[in-house]
C-alpha cells in the first residue's frame, strides 16, 4: 500500500529554519521523480520543489530557490526540504508527493511564519 507522511512542520519566526521528511512506503522513492508542493491559505498548489529519478538532480521555483534544499535518503526511503531563511509568504500546507493529485501526495505538514 503506498503511503506518504509528511512531518516536522511548525511555526516559527521569519528568517528561521525548518526540516521537513516525507516518509514513504509501498514504493521506491529513488525509483519515480518526487516533488514537494504548497498550498497558502485560500491559494491553489504551487509547486515547491522535484527531484529525479535515479540521481540527486533538483529543481526550485524562483520563489524558494537558494533558500531550500530538498533531497532523498535512499536508505531511509525518505524525502526531506530543508527550509531556510523563512519568510511569512512561506506559510503553506506542504505537501510531498510523486503528482498533483491528491491520491499521489501525502496528508501535509503545515508551516506557519510569523513574528
Known amino acids: 500500500q503506498v503511503q506518504l507522511v509528511e512531518s516536522g512542520g511548525g511555526s516559527v519566526q521569519p528568517g528561521g529554519s525548518l526540516r521537513l521528511s516525507c516518509t514513504v512506503s509501498?514504493?521506491?522513492?529513488?525509483?519515480?521523480?518526487m516533488f514537494w508542493f504548497r498550498q497558502r491559505p485560500g491559494e491553489g498548489l504551487e509547486w515547491v520543489s522535484s527531484?529525479?529519478?535515479?540521481?540527486?538532480?533538483?529543481h526550485y521555483a524562483d520563489a524558494v530557490k537558494g533558500r531550500f534544499t530538498m533531497s532523498r535518503d535512499n536508505a531511509k526511503n525518505t524525502l526531506n526540504l530543508q527550509m531556510t531563511n523563512l519568510k511569512p509568504d512561506d506559510t503553506a500546507v506542504y505537501y510531498c508527493?510523486?503528482?498533483?493529485?491528491?491520491?499521489?501526495r501525502g496528508q501535509g505538514t503545515q508551516v506557519t511564519v510569523s513574528a
Open positions: 527531484i529525479n529519478a535515479g540521481d540527486e538532480v533538483t
Open positions: 508527493g510523486t503528482g498533483i493529485n491528491e491520491d499521489d
Open positions: 509501498g514504493f521506491i522513492v529513488s525509483h519515480y521523480p
